[in-house]
């Protein structure tokens, strides 16, 4: 039997030099119910338009039912995908019963056949009723909530009973009870009609609670393809995601449940703990941000004007203190950030290239370590050490040999620092 | 219930021809005509062509704008806004300033017609960079298009001499006396075309509001019902203006009145829009040949007068409401 949707090898995006999708290669069978997930800007967009023939390949074919999407005629298409997207609005508002109609005239043969055919009659009271939206008939578009708005966009997509169903974030505005609803409606069509349903879904625990199978894309590739427990596995998730993800899973009722674990776990205002960070290269930038939005009180330095890592400490209004573009780090600058850093008790070190110039910033850390605070330092930074003599190296080799540990990720560092903390005010 | 509403509607406008008809045919500067005189039957047959220039030039204008406020999703959409007018008015003007009216009666209106399409080619071709142009797009260059397009006919009026201004000025005030019978009949067969074609694309255009993408998951063609949709919009307003000269008011007004009154759906609002479009300019027309007879005003006067004061009710509601509604 031919699949009911197969990608084979497609590329596309708007720009061919720089593609969204790159060469995937998908097969759907009828009667299955399957969920794409994927961060903001994997291409899942890009992926639905494609389907929905909104969007031609660039390489590659799309084949709905064995036939070529270019092929397709449009009410052909209208007839073989029923499509629910976010959101729908419109300068002229028709009422959710003539929008429900408007939808199930995909199915005439010409627009003078009359829509009150008994079957056309019946597939939209059913629509109206499965969607909770019988008593909403006569309100207009631009009278309804987005929730509303989003049962009769399924209304829409259900009363032209196409044997594949895609549906873009169609529950993202719907309360708890209703989003339930419209699932088990999709479910129920699913199950009991054999209609193949495709969702991308922003809700993973929901895609993982009603959907078989669930594909996860990431940088326009697929990166997973399975059930949802061969695919939600923390390290996957936390690769994709860039946070920290904990999966668990409740054997007695098969249910999944995926939770980002608290991604900055934050201090309480007043504590406000000091942290160092021995930046420049481009290197601290993002761990100035997560640090800042974490409740430290983060320092950096020195700098070199123009670095983007001092351009984000200056957005973030972090002490630093900064030297000439491109100079060496000049004594008196080196006084001054160890007055700024003299009561801090914690120094971070990303993986920033060291030279002659700027390798007296470890000072700070050396500094910290003698008194007894925290020193973490980035996992490889061995391979960032210019010095003609391996001086860097050598700086951090002893400072490890004194109690400094290793960080891999911004995330795991986070972690890393609110367990230590703890560790701190325990004794 | 919008379908009992409907039938009463269309009920209505059937019931009202023969009466606008009979006012439009036994009023005028002359009087009553009398049938029994030479004068009185060119008299009524003068009106009789008049009516019907104005149910042509009236329906066209309705249905133009209705499908334009669709396919624009723009409630201010009217068959102007794309720089048909000024395009329009702009042909006629040179026609008239080259002395051509005296050559042929035909010129001034195929030069207007000619000056309307190529003004809309040439903003749709500049609005679409690649392939089919984006509703936002069209607008815009509409727009600027028809600025550039009046200042040009702003300075031919600055050259012209007083007698050319003159025609000019009473041309772009809009003008339905019927100098040429087989224009009527042409204008009348491109009005006729528009108003089949635009009818039978009406269900497109139900799902063009839409927006593009929701059109397309429902089976529409977008880009085909786009660029069809305009250049029946713009053939009927072309025609218009070619057989009148311009008239505002009727494409902007009469689409919101018959949606508000018969509900959105176009397979009702095209015919509808387009039955009383004709009726309101017939009856526009005879009161602009009556209230200050044997003066006539301008029949663009007329539909401004009654217009305007009803468009800012609509934009006052429709701060209130959502819009067209």
């Known amino acids: 039997m031919t699949a009911a949707l197969a990608l084979e090898g497609v590329t596309a995006g708007y720009n061919p030099g720089d593609p969204v999708l790159r060469s995937i290669t998908l097969r759907l069978e009828r009667g299955e119910m399957v969920g794409i997930l994927g961060p903001n800007g994997a291409g899942k967009t890009t992926l639905f338009r494609l389907l929905t023939g909104l969007m031609q390949p660039i390489h590659g074919e799309v084949r709905i039912f064995g036939e070529p999407c270019r092929d397709l005629t449009a009410k052909r298409r209208a007839q073989l995908i029923g499509v629910a997207p976010q959101s729908i609005d419109g300068p002229i508002p028709f009422s959710v019963h003539e929008l429900v109609a408007m939808s199930r005239s995909v199915w005439r043969a010409h627009p003078w056949q009359p829509s009150h055919t008994v079957r056309d009659h019946r597939a939209v009271e059913r629509a109206l009723a499965l969607t909770d939206m019988s008593d909403l008939r006569h309100r207009p578009l631009d009278a309804l909530s987005g929730g509303e708005k989003q049962r009769a966009i399924v209304a829409m997509a259900i009363t032209r009973e196409p044997p594949l169903l895609l549906l873009d974030e169609a529950t993202s505005h719907l309360d708890m009870n209703h989003r339930l609803e419209i699932m088990q409606i999709v479910e129920r069509l699913n199950r009991e009609e054999g209609v193949t349903v495709l969702m991308i879904s922003h809700d993973i625990n929901l895609s993982a609670d009603f959907c078989h199978r669930l594909l996860l894309l990431d940088h326009g590739a697929l990166v997973a393809d399975g059930t949802p427990s061969e695919v939600l596995r923390p390290e996957l998730l936390q690769a994709v995601y860039h946070c920290d993800i904990a999966v668990s899973r409740d054997p007695q009722r098969g249910v999944i449940t995926v939770n980002p674990a608290r991604r900055l776990p934050t201090l309480p205002p007043e504590t406000g703990a000091r942290c160092h960070v021995i930046g420049g290269g481009g290197s601290a930038g993002e761990l100035l941000r997560r640090l800042t939005l974490s409740g430290y009180r983060v320092s950096c330095g020195v700098l070199n004007r123009g670095d983007s890592d001092e351009v984000t400490a200056t957005a973030l209004d972090v002490d630093t203190v900064i030297e000439k573009p491109f100079s060496p780090v000049s004594a008196a600058a080196m006084e001054s950030v160890r007055r700024m850093a003299q009561d801090c008790r914690l120094c971070i070190i990303p993986e920033v290239p060291f030279g002659t110039g700027n390798t007296a910033n470890l000072r700070i850390a050396e500094d910290v370590c003698r008194r007894g605070g925290r020193v973490f330092i980035m996992e490889g930074i061995e391979h960032c050490d210019y010095t003609p003599d391996g001086e860097a190296k050598r700086r951090i080799q002893s400072l490890l040999d004194s109690g400094a540990k290793t960080w891999k990720h911004t995330a795991t560092l986070l972690q890393q620092l609110a367990e230590s903390d703890s560790q701190v005010e325990t004794p | ?325």
Not at chain 2, 8 to 18: D, E, H, K, S, Y
Not at chain 2, 225 to 237: E, Q, R, S, W
């Open chain 2, 1 to 325: 219930m919008t379908v009992r509403r409907s039938t009463c509607f269309f009920a209505i406008l059937a019931g009202l021809i023969p009466v606008v008809f009979a006012l439009c045919l036994l009023t005028g500067s002359a009087g009553i005509p009398d049938l029994g005189t030479v004068t009185g039957h060119a008299i009524l047959r003068m009106r009789l062509y008049r009516t019907l220039a104005a149910l042509v030039v009236g329906s066209g204008l309705a249905a133009s704008g209705t499908v334009l406020q669709a396919l624009l999703r723009n409630p201010l959409a009217e068959p102007y806004v794309l720089g048909i007018s000024s395009g329009g008015a702009l042909g006629a003007a040179t026609a008239i300033l080259m002395g051509l009216g005296m050559v042929s009666v035909f010129a001034v209106p195929i030069a207007a017609f000619v000056g309307a399409t190529l003004t809309l080619t040439l903003v749709y071709l500049l609005a679409g960079e690649q392939g089919i142009p984006s509703v936002h797009q069209l607008i815009l260059s509409g727009v600027i298009v028809g600025a550039v397009v009046s200042s040009v006919l702003m300075f031919l009026i600055s050259i012209a001499p007083t007698r050319g201004i003159h025609n000019i000025m009473w041309w772009m005030l809009g003008d339905l006396t019927v100098t040429s019978r087989p224009l009527l009949w042409a204008a009348m067969a491109l009005t006729g075309t528009g108003l089949i074609v635009t009818w039978t694309l009406s269900q497109s255009f139900n799902a063009m509001t839409l927006g593009r993408d929701m059109a397309h998951h429902l089976g529409v063609r977008t880009g085909r019902t786009l660029l069809l949709g305009l250049a029946m919009a713009t053939l009927m307003a072309a025609a218009a203006v070619s057989l009148a000269g311009i008239i505002g008011f009727v494409g902007l007004v009469v689409p919101h009145t018959v949606r508000r009154i018969i509900g959105p759906d176009h397979r009702r609002l095209i015919p509808g829009a387009a039955l009383s479009g004709g009726l309101f300019l017939a009856l526009c027309d005879t009161a602009a040949r009556t209230i200050m007879a044997p003066r006539e005003l301008p029949v663009g006067v007329m539909t401004a007068l009654l217009g305007g004061p009803f468009f800012l009710a609509v934009l006052r509601r429709n701060r209130e409401r959502g819009p067209l509604t």
